[in-house]
């Protein structure tokens, strides 16, 4: 099946830990991305990544880091940096560049409680 | 940056009902996507809509570029349909788009 996998679907760290949140995609798309919802909100972004090796930040990248080393995989990494880590985090991966084509698919997601 | 409005917020509706949903956006876009949001928090795509007229069964969409609003229609509701519905839309800047999503409306239908 194609699609986007996202582990593990609950993660739970005390204050101060690194955590790194798993992304996988099979659907041989070149543009991956992570969101954040928080309760009752919308999703923000907080990076994306047009091709391996190279991302940017989208709109809350502070306390947060990726790396793109596979077209597949675009893990994030949650650190102690981040002032509120607790949330859902969504996964989403969609073809690159200005077609017309280029609809978002999303992962699962994650749930993170840092307490 | 763009500024996406929904409304309404919450819409509470009877089995059968049908319902419209907005959303309003403040600059052109290259794309509009709606999702339904399920209780365990999967985000459904809906409609890729960034113009025109699209039907998915009981579902259909319409967005008016010109007049930056989509709308999503709801026929015929069911208790499946409950959940949170998203619009999001994105411009196309240096071949990357970056979606920013409403505040989504909470929809129940009741048996």
């Known amino acids: 099946d194609g699609g986007i996998t996202q582990s593990p679907k609950y993660l739970f760290r005390k204050e101060g830990q690194n955590v790194t949140l798993s992304c996988e995609q099979n659907?041989?798309?070149?543009?991956m991305y992570w969101y954040r919802q928080d309760p009752g909100q919308g999703l923000r972004l907080i990076y994306y990544?047009?091709?391996?090796?190279?991302?940017q930040k989208g709109d809350i990248a502070e306390g947060y880091s990726v790396s793109r080393e596979k077209k597949e995989s675009f893990p994030l990494t949650v650190t102690s940096a981040q002032k509120n880590p607790t949330a859902f985090y969504l996964c989403?991966?969609?073809?690159?560049?200005?077609?017309?084509?280029?609809?978002?698919?999303f992962g699962p997601g994650t749930r993170l409680t840092v307490t | 940056g763009i500024q996406v409005e929904q409304s309404p917020p919450d819409l509470i509706l009877q089995e059968g009902a049908n319902s419209t949903l907005r959303c309003n956006f403040s600059d052109s876009v290259n794309n509009l996507q709606w999702f339904h949001q399920n209780p365990w928090g999967q985000l459904i795509n809906l409609f890729y809509i960034p113009s025109g007229t699209k039907q998915n069964g009981r579902l259909s969409a319409t967005t008016v570029a010109t007049e930056r609003y989509s709308l999503l229609y709801i026929s015929s509701s069911q208790t499946t349909d409950s959940g949170v519905y998203f619009c999001?839309?994105?411009?196309?800047?240096?071949?990357?788009?970056?979606?920013?999503f409403g505040q989504g409306t909470r929809l129940t239908i009741n048996p």
């Open positions: 989403a991966s969609s073809r690159r560049g200005a077609s017309s084509q280029n609809e978002q698919y």
């Open positions: 999001a839309v994105a411009s196309i800047i240096q071949g990357a788009q970056k979606l920013v």
């Open positions: 990544s047009q091709i391996v090796n190279d991302f």
């Open positions: 659907l041989n798309h070149d543009a």
